[in-house]
């Protein structure tokens, strides 16, 4: 499969990217630095030049041209203030997935956040505001006719992963590996029939691969 990644580079992306060529899958991914595209191409994995906020959809289009799916996982990360907030996290993903539409590319995969996620800590203004654009993205990507999956990840850790999560319509909020939600993703990339779907993950005692299937069987209609 050839896989477009929005935050190649990040923590999540990097995870997923790894993974898919190890699986012999063809990701590529949208990086800002030619440090990281040095550091990526080191490990097999291929990248292409540009910025998601200041690229037109056209030229987004052209770099997704003959693409199998999409994978969003940025995040302006506190750098870049409200602004960066606001343009990456709550308009990127609308803007990627008007762009797939128009690079005829269906399956589109969104990673967002809990509603919920840390609520009992009375966070600050910046984090409240991430809330907001997160879910602002999430309310976009519906409203497409794309094959979009959304898939809310609990706190994430960089604990190794143990290949086992608990996933579902509504979890409690704990956290997660960034390699068990890397794992989670790419398998959720196999699983074409699951679309439609807002899911969300934490850590948890379930096989991955299990964890999915008991999913999808659940949502049969
Ligand atoms: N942290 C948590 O506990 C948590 C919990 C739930 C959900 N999430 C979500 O999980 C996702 C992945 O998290 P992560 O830990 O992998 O994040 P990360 O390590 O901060 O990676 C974010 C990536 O987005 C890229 N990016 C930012 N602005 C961009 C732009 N304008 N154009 C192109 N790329 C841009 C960054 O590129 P640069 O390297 O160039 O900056 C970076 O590679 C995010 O969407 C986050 O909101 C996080």
């Not at 203030?81 to 996290?89: I, L």
């Not at 589109?108 to 910046?126: C, G, K």
């Not at 879910?135 to 979009?148: C, F, G, N, Q």
């Amino acid at each position: 499969m050839k896989i477009f990644i929005i935050g190649v580079a990040g923590g999540v992306g990097l995870r997923i990217a790894e993974q898919l060529v190890k699986s012999g899958d063809a990701p590529l991914g949208l990086v800002r630095k030619p440090e990281q595209a040095e550091a990526l191409a080191a490990n097999d994995i291929q990248t292409t030049m540009g910025d998601l906020v200041a690229m037109s959809v056209n030229e987004l289009a052209e770099k997704m041209l003959g693409f199998d799916a999409v994978i969003f996982s940025a995040g302006a990360g506190g750098k870049g203030g409200p602004e960066a907030r606001t343009q990456v996290d709550g308009s990127g993903p609308g803007k990627v997935a008007t762009a797939a539409k128009q690079a005829g590319i269906r399956r589109f995969i969104l990673v967002s956040v809990f509603p919920e996620a840390w609520r009992e800590r009375h966070m600050n203004e910046s984090f409240e505001h991430y809330m907001v654009e997160k879910k602002r993205a999430e309310t976009e990507l519906v409203l497409t006719d794309l094959d979009w999956l959304i898939v809310r990840p609990s706190a994430l850790t960089n604990e190794p992963g143990t290949g086992r999560v608990d996933l579902g319509l509504a979890k409690i909020h704990t956290q997660i590996a960034r390699d068990d939600l890397a794992t989670t993703i790419t398998a959720l990339l196999r699983t074409p029939d699951l679309n439609r779907e807002i899911i969300e993950v934490t850590g948890g005692n379930v096989a991955i691969e299990a964890a999915i299937d008991t999913f999808k069987n659940t949502r049969r209609r």
